[in-house]
């Protein structure tokens, strides 16, 4: 028997070691075997692959996976190629179909996919959206896909044009095949010269137009779906520059904005922004803004980092139909983070309180650290911590609030390679009002043979 075992082991590794290599700048990815036993001899095996690719303002990491079982007495070893084999064509499906069953099968093995900075001419970033913001932020801002796992991957699109000439555009999808979110934006410099020698500030204003909408709101919906969205989003923008330049830009904005129903887009609230943001050449981001409403009852926050995530303090029950505001209220936001677009580093805090003849309430606090890649060949993490007031039954005061586990969630993974083995732990923490918690926390280990 403990023959058998060794030389199960051996067979793994020299199958890892057949699978293509792919060169790159950032290395050769890593081989990692997963195995687990049934207990009787037998078990399941896999290998993820991570190959990464890079040339000048390109990168692409790739995810294979080849996984098969094992018994041991009598030794027998299957292969599972089904994940690469195509399918076949079903009796009348057109090739229309056929063709993007094909493509979603095959862009599963694409991680990410990523050119340019974003703030350049061209931008473009494929795989789970991480720290998007739209134009001023007014309808998405420092938004995270947390609705998949922080290993995994999701075919999201992010595209960013120009400006060209005058004009410029922006998408924002968080799934291709599937979208549960579509957002756009297209910006009009109408005083862009030819000459930026010539330009003073007011050459560099954009008149633009953001939306954002869930594309399931036109059809039928199960009510247990947590992230369904009836409500569209617009809303038209004004921004001055300050100062723009190769080492970064300072912005002022002016926002109109509306909500409305698929059917009645304008029928819903009505709201004006304005505020400031700003961003150094690669490392600091802010913004604050402040938000009050025109007619009608605006919601704020409702697409934001949470809202396909069944444990968020937010979304769970009210469907982002949260921090209402009624006229004579102001929604105060202000973000500031550290960003390192090329080792895919993010740190932020993010408040979000409202104002009124009452006073201050309704505050939202959320920090934020992710690692998206291994640091150092060493770490990669993505820690949240969410601080809720509430705005009916004991409400807490801001600064003493901070210092109780009332209201708070707590969510984060953490991974760690040291000498071969990788360690993953994920948990969740979920305080109630009175900060009784319930959480759940798992830890597995995996050995990276490349």
């Known amino acids: 028997m403990r023959g058998l075992r060794k030389k199960v082991t051996l067979i793994i590794a020299a199958l890892s070691l057949c699978i293509p290599l792919f060169g790159s700048g950032d290395g050769l990815g890593s081989i990692t075997a997963v195995t687990s036993s049934g207990g009787s001899g037998s078990g399941q095996f896999n290998f993820s692959f991570t190959p990464g690719f890079s040339h000048d303002k390109f990168s692409m990491t790739f995810n294979l996976l080849l996984k098969g079982t094992y018994q041991l007495d009598p030794f027998k070893l299957s292969l599972d190629f089904s994940n690469y084999i195509a399918p076949e064509r079903d009796e009348g499906e057109s ?7 094909l493509v979603r099968q095959y862009s599963a093995f694409i991680k990410t996919m990523h050119y340019g900075n974003r703030y350049d001419f061209f931008y473009f970033r494929y795989g789970k959206l991480d720290n998007i913001s739209l134009g001023d932020g007014a309808l998405l801002s420092s938004y995270f896909d947390n609705s998949v796992g922080y290993l995994e991957s999701k075919p999201g699109l992010n595209v960013k044009i120009g400006p060209l000439g005058h004009i410029g555009f922006e998408m924002v999808t968080d799934n291709i095949f599937e979208p549960t979110m579509i957002a756009s934006r297209s910006y009009l410099m109408p005083f862009a010269m030819n000459n930026p020698a010539m330009e003073k500030r007011i050459n560099r204003m954009e008149w633009a137009y953001s939306f954002v909408f869930d594309p399931r709101s036109s059809g039928e919906v199960e009510e247990d779906d947590y992230s369904y969205r009836s409500l569209f989003l617009g809303s038209i923008e004004i921004a001055q520059p300050l100062f723009s330049g190769e080492r970064g830009q300072t912005t002022l904005f002016v926002d109109f904005l509306s909500q409305g129903e698929k059917d009645n887009l304008l029928g819903g609230g009505e709201a004006l922004r304005a505020g400031i943001w700003g961003r150094t050449e690669s490392l600091l981001l802010f913004n604050f803004s402040a938000t009050t409403p025109l007619c ?7 697409f934001t980092t949470g809202y396909n995530d069944k444990n968020s303090n937010e979304y769970s029950e009210s469907l982002g139909k949260l921090y209402p505001l009624t006229i004579g209220s102001i929604r105060l936001d202000g973000t500031f ?17 409202n104002l009124s003849g009452a006073g201050f309430s309704g505050q939202r606090v959320l920090a934020t650290v992710r690692i998206d890649k291994l640091f150092m060949n060493f770490i990669s993490l993505d820690v949240n911590y969410e601080k809720i007031y509430p705005t009916q039954g004991d409400v807490e005061s801001f600064f003493p609030g901070l210092f109780t586990l009332n209201n708070v969630y707590i969510y984060g993974t953490v991974q760690i390679r040291f000498r071969g083995v990788q360690f993953f732990v994920t948990g969740t923490a979920k305080f109630d009002e009175q900060a009784d918690v319930t959480y759940q926390w798992d830890m597995a280990m995996s050995v990276v043979l490349l």
Do not use: F
């Open 95 to 101: 090739v229309g179909s056929y063709t993007l069953r």
């Open 296 to 302: 009608g009852v605006y919601y704020n926050d409702y």
């Open 337 to 353: 983070g550290l960003n390192v677009d090329s080792e895919q580093i993010y740190a932020g805090i993010r408040l979000r309180t």
